[in-house]
């Protein structure tokens, strides 16, 4: 089967791409190198840094997947990025020297490379140091970034102050100066148990050098760059990770990356992982209409007129800008290009932003939840007096919902929030002088005679 697979991938490519594989006696795929002569030109104009990162299949089998990085690299389409694809039969010492030594055969631009950018829990390091002898490797501040905002879920910390932990990474990953990066640590270290710090391995935010090779990127490229390699590595998750086939799941994966490796291409998710391989890859534009128009219909079908019109709103805020940051069995992490919000999929539908919160309504994440899943709204996600059947005017259930006291509390929580990035992203003289107002102001308020906690 592995054979067939992969010998009609190449009869299908016009680009003739090199490919070595080995199979086993029944049938399944133990090796894998795979480079299309799009990603050979590739790595030969931007071969200085190559970013690795590994994807595992249910059935014990790892996919390392090549990428191009540093500031030369001006691509559009995220896997136009990815240059080599390769799966070795074991991850000890033979197996992957065999696999860097092949790609070397492929590729006489490595003696070119100047940088490999890798995951804190890549184990080949002696194989990579003896295999490219005058590269550096370094950990790359994107998987930084993943281990410790899944260190921070882990860590079940109070929704406070994992909200706060999550902004502050973030940013600091967009800006990641000297500044910035002891400032979180500093943070880590004064909200994080002590029985804990040295999970997170804090050391990583003062090591200059991890951050030497990142830090050339504007604010807006950084968060691009960040954006980008969530979608890759969510891609690579979806259709790889998730497929107990590791022939199908490659098979799926290389066959979108021949159509897409030139192309930009939308923000789809992949459906739910009961859907056969070949549809586990990013839907097209055509298929995310059907979604959207599906759930249009649901929302119109069972909401009320005013909760109807505002769902829709939200929905406008998902198209083309979802994204699945990570889930589990009960809870869905959504981001739509903002803060990182959980949803709760159990009817009824729930979630921690303030649209939910205070209406009790299908927000953007619960409908970017749905769309990603291929579901529409069901009635059992509905509160009573949002039904098609109910007679409540919009009136009415505002004043019912939306307190005095909610609504004071979201005008302090976005007044802190806006305060909070002010002081943040200003330099020091400036900072000192905002925040000498902010304290008289405080001061002359509440009172001199009790310390009031900015």
């Known amino acids: 089967m592995a054979s067939t697979i992969l010998n009609e991938l190449l009869f299908e490519d016009p680009s003739a791409p090199m490919l070595l594989y080995q199979v086993s006696k029944t049938a399944q795929l133990v090796t894998l190198n795979y480079q299309s002569c799009y990603m050979q030109g590739v790595f030969a104009h931007f071969p200085e840094v190559l970013f690795i990162h590994r994807t595992y299949n249910p059935r014990g089998k790892v996919l390392y997947t090549f990428l191009v990085d540093g500031p030369r690299v001006q ?157 890759i590595t969510h891609i690579l998750s979806q259709v790889f990770g998730t497929t107990p086939s590791v022939e199908q799941g490659l098979a799926s994966l290389l066959r979108y990356i021949q159509q897409n490796s030139g192309d930009s291409f939308s923000l789809g998710l992949s459906p739910q992982n009961n859907h056969t391989p070949s549809d586990a890859i990013p839907e097209s534009p055509k298929v995310e209409r059907l979604i959207e128009a599906r759930i249009r219909h649901s929302l119109n079908a069972i909401c009320t007129g005013p909760a109807a019109q505002l769902c829709l709103g939200e929905l406008a805020v998902v198209q083309k800008s979802m994204h699945l940051i990570g889930s589990g069995s009960e809870k869905v992490n959504i981001q739509i290009l903002e803060d990182t919000h959980r949803v709760q999929p159990q009817p009824p539908a729930s979630c921690s932003c303030y649209f939910n919160q205070a209406f009790h309504l299908p927000c953007r994440h619960i409908l970017a939840m749905l769309s990603a899943r291929h579901q529409v709204l069901q009635p059992n996600m509905l509160p009573a007096q949002w039904k098609a059947d109910s007679a409540t005017s919009l009136e009415g259930i505002l004043d019912s919902s939306w307190s005095e006291a909610l609504e004071k509390h979201l005008a302090v929580a976005f007044l802190t929030e806006e305060v909070g990035q002010l002081l943040q992203h200003c330099g020091q003289e400036e900072f000192e002088r905002r925040y000498s107002t902010l304290r008289e102001l405080a001061d002359s308020w509440i009172g001199p005679y009790e310390q009031v906690q900015l």
């Open 75 to 231: 691509l559009e389409g995220h896997f136009a990025r990815a240059v080599y694809l390769a799966i070795p039969a074991r991850e000890d010492a033979e197996g992957l020297a065999q696999m860097f030594q092949v790609f070397k055969k492929f590729n006489p631009a490595w003696e070119r490379v100047c940088t490999i950018l890798v995951d804190p829990h890549f184990l080949p390091l002696p194989s990579l140091a003896m295999e490219f002898p005058a590269a550096e490797v370094l950990l790359s501040a994107f998987h930084i970034c993943k281990f410790l905002q899944g260190k921070f879920y882990q860590l079940s910390l109070r929704r406070p102050i994992e909200r706060l932990l999550l902004t502050t990474l973030r940013n600091t990953m967009c800006s990641a100066t000297a500044g910035n990066l002891r400032k979180l640590y500093t943070l880590l270290s004064n909200w994080i148990p002590s029985t804990q710090l040295s999970e997170l391995h804090l050391h990583w935010l003062l090591y200059d050098r991890i951050w030497l090779a990142h830090r050339w990127r504007s604010r807006a490229e950084s968060s691009r760059y960040f954006q980008g390699l969530e979608i």
